[in-house]
Nanobody
Framework: QVQLVESGGDLVQPGGSLRLSCAAS????????MGWYRQAPGKQRVLVAA???????NYVDSVKGRFTISRDNAKKTVYLQMNSLKPEDTAVYYC????????????WGQGTQVTVSS
């Protein structure tokens, strides 16, 4: 079975930085697109940033210039560097990956809480 395990969520002051990590484990043949989503209280889960297996990235407008997504294919890990954090970035952040075991399907991590508050 495949697991995605996130880490790095924390309480941080406005203007601060955090780095989220998400490591995939299991009998994985290949990992395609990976991404980070977030869900604030009372709101839908939305895509924050995504990265292809070739390294192409895209971001939601509200985080462009502040967040950077990257991946280490050898470690089966995706990262989200978050700088200049704002209170509106407060949410549970979820890792998502399209993974090929015997078939290709989407997998989700359990989520990590990011709280931006003074």
């Amino acid at each position: 079975q495949v697991q995605l395990v996130e880490s790095g969520g924390d309480l941080v002051q406005p203007g601060g930085s955090l780095r989220l990590s998400c490591a995939a484990s299991g009998s994985i043949f290949s990992i395609y697109d990976m991404g980070w989503y977030r869900q604030a209280p009372g709101k839908q889960r939305v895509l924050v940033a995504a990265i292809t297996s070739g390294g192409d990235t895209n971001y939601v407008d509200s985080v462009k210039g502040r967040f950077t997504i990257s991946r280490d294919n050898a470690k089966k890990t995706v990262y989200l560097q978050m700088n200049s954090l704002k209170p509106e970035d407060t949410a549970v952040y979820y890792c998502n990956a399209r993974i090929h075991i015997t078939t290709v399907r989407n997998y989700w991590g359990q989520g990590t809480q990011v709280t931006v508050s003074s």
